[in-house]
């Protein structure tokens, strides 16, 4: 089993794919799986699973908590990158219980990783007012 950062860093990358491509969730998770490169069929993460189809089936909810929260920002001109670690990690911090602190240390990580310094200040604002508003 992969650890909870690899999962959720996978988590990120089929929600960006899901995103971009406006296809039903379990075809992202499907292509995501086919793109890897691998001689044997990659093994499943199910903790990464679980926070894509969390994160889809509750899109309009956590898009709703995000926009309160990104002052001047209107979610479709977020970076796509940004606007899916924020609905990851909203959707950990709130529906699957995951201690808040935790959840926004990993989502400042994905967004070292995969974004910018701006974004990482970005981030931690938005995911800070969610935290106080649950």
Not at 6 to 12: D, I, M
Not at 60 to 65: A, G, Y
């Amino acid at each position: 089993m992969p650890s909870r950062r690899k999962s959720r860093e996978r988590a990120l990358q089929i929600l960006f794919l899901w995103d971009a491509r406006k296809q039903p969730v379990e075809e992202a998770i499907d292509a995501y799986y086919e793109t890897l490169l691998s001689e044997e069929t990659p093994e499943r993460d199910p903790f990464a699973a679980t926070l894509v189809r969390g994160a889809v089936e509750r899109a309009s909810e956590l898009d709703e908590r995000i926009a309160r929260h990104a002052e001047h920002w209107r979610l479709e001109r977020m970076p796509a990158v940004d606007r899916n670690i924020l609905r990851l990690a909203a959707f950990e911090m709130v529906h699957v219980g995951s201690p808040a602190a935790v959840v926004i240390d990993e989502a400042l990580e994905l967004a070292r990783k995969f974004s910018g310094e701006e974004s990482v200040q970005f981030v931690n604002g938005v995911l800070d007012a969610i935290h106080r508003e649950s």
